[in-house]
Nanobody, 121 residues
């Protein structure tokens, strides 16, 4: 069974930086897109950043120039480097993987359990 495990959330002051990591566990042959979504209290889940297997990226307008998404296809990991953080970045951040081919199953989409990022002084 393939799972996504996130790490790196926490409390950070406005203007600070934080790095989120996500690793896909299990025997995996390939993963298409990987990325990050977030959900703030009382709001819908929204896309933060996505990166294709070939390395093409797409960002939400609200994080362009501040966040950088990267991945390691060999390790099946995706990272989100967040900088110049603002209070409005406070949310639970979810790792996402699309079209995951594992040893025993193919998954249309997988989600991590979520990691809380709080930006506050």
């Amino acid at each position: 069974q393939v799972q996504l495990v996130e790490s790196g959330g926490g409390l950070v002051q406005p203007g600070g930086s934080l790095r989120l990591s996500c690793a896909a566990s299990g025997i995996i042959f390939s993963i298409n897109d990987m990325g990050w979504y977030r959900q703030a209290p009382g709001k819908e889940r929204e896309l933060v950043a996505v990166i294709t297997r070939g390395g093409f990226t797409n960002y939400a307008d609200s994080v362009k120039g501040r966040f950088t998404v990267s991945r390691d296809n060999g390790k099946n990991t995706v990272n989100l480097q967040m900088g110049s953080l603002k209070p409005e970045d406070t949310a639970v951040y979810y790792c996402n993987a699309v079209d995951v081919i594992g040893l025993r199953a193919r998954y249309t989409a997988l989600w991590g359990q979520g990691t809380l990022v709080t930006v506050s002084s």
